[in-house]
């Protein structure tokens, strides 16, 4: 494995990506991620996209603890643009244009990168359209002298006013429609070239870290403090392993364990101590102390490629029940099981139509 890692999920994929860069590639990076990856102490940690909303988003702090032990942290494209232009004063390195925009604050509303997509089992595949890439593609429209500036500024703002999951160029051009732009500007906007900034970006920081993994970032010159808050987080959502999008916590591993440990280890220390409510981190301490840890987190792996053991952006199960009993199922089936339920023969197909639910939902 890479000691290079990089967080990814729909701005580019993981073949394109691995052809820049010898890394491990990891989905879009969450609350907890960047705890669990610098306690590894890789060589370097890049991030690209990060989840969001239903997700709980990576704290800063996260990253100034990495920066705290040594371990550069690059950001670009998306989530990791915002959060360098926030902590590049302390040594995070941002790289691209949209890292630039936030910088200077030409950028400031984060939905600016945001899109929805598909989860990791069909390749985090966006659904729909960055802001800062119809932006970019406006701004080359009005420099090739195709759309005039106000007509640009018009449809920016109408992009500003739609929900990020329901942006696209096909709305973009009914918007322009809709503004009353000129025939010739209808004609250059159907055929203009449309710009991937989000893409350029996360290759330029690949490319960067091909060359050097730090890409430049200097020793850290600040005194990282702990807080109660940052101690619960790596007592609590420290990632043991993973599966797909989902990951497998420690206080995920301490409730699987007190629901499923009297079939694995009936009358355990360890199984007393969770049942008992210990702290989950001293219920994985037990179990590690043990020699346990490993058949209780497969175990728990196993689990989690059938039902699920944590809700993701790209599976919330709140709308997977909504949907489920809308359509007369019972959620606790396996994805697969539900897609067959509903006709169709694959979980890929399945997970599309849920996505196609989850944006006409409330």
Known sequence: MSDIVVFLGPTLSRQEAGRVLDAHFLPPVSQGDIISVANDNPKAIGIIDGYFQLVPAVWHKEI?????????????????ALRAAELDAFGMVGVGRIYQWYRSGFLEADDEVAVIHSPFEIGHRPLSEAMVNIRATLDLAVRNNTLSKQSAIALLEACAATPYWERSFDRLLADAKRLGLSDSELTALERCERVDQKRSDALEMLERMAQSPAAGAAAPDFRFNRTSKFDRLMDQDTCLARNGDARITISVLADFYRLHGNRLFPGAGSLALAQAG???????DALRAEGRLDVVLNTA???DQSDGLRPCEGDDRVVLEQYCRQAGLRPDHTIGELGQAVGLNDSERFFERLHRFTLRSP
């Not at 210990?278 to 994985?284: K, S």
């Open 64 to 80: 100034l603890y990495a920066l705290d032990k040594g371990i550069p942290v690059i950001g670009a494209a998306s989530m990791g």
């Open 278 to 284: 210990g702290r989950a981190n001293d219920v994985v």
């Open 301 to 303: 792996v196993a689990c």
